[in-house]
Nanobody, 124 residues
Framework: QVQLVESGGGLVQAGDSLRLSCAAS????????MGWFRQAPGKEREFVAA????????YYVDSVKGRFTISRDNAKNTVYLQMNSLKPDDTAVYYC?????????????????WGQGTQVTVSS
């Protein structure tokens, strides 16, 4: 069992930055594939970024490439999402998720554990 707790969300202006953190419990964190998703009101949950256990494989949705950076610190059982040049379209609840397999995956159904989410609101 893995428990995930996100933090770092907030209300910012367009162009600002935020760093989200996801703290994980469990001894096998370093072997889990980790992802960030987001869900805006009235929309489906959307893949944002993912990172392999070693950090050697990283994936982003096209809309955040060049602006967001995913990273992980296995010693701290934490995965991060650095978000720069934020836009109003980035407004959503952001969720951290983990996947027991280390194969890449971008679908929500491919992930086994989820955090409770953290709200990010970007004003224009």
């Amino acid at each position: 069992q893995v428990q995930l707790v996100e933090s770092g969300g907030g209300l910012v202006q367009a162009g600002d930055s935020l760093r989200l953190s996801c703290a994980a419990s469990g001894r096998s964190f370093s072997s889990y594939y980790m992802g960030w998703f987001r869900q805006a009101p009235g929309k489906e949950r959307e893949f944002v970024a993912a990172i392999s256990w070693s950090g050697g494989s990283i994936y982003y949705v096209d809309s955040v490439k060049g602006r967001f950076t995913i990273s992980r610190d296995n010693a701290k059982n934490t995965v991060y999402l650095q978000m720069n040049s934020l836009k109003p379209d980035d407004t959503a609840v952001y969720y951290c998720a983990s996947r027991r397999s280390n194969w890449p995956a971008t679908g929500p159904d491919d992930y086994d554990y989820w955090g409770q989410g953290t709200q990010v609101t970007v004003s224009s």
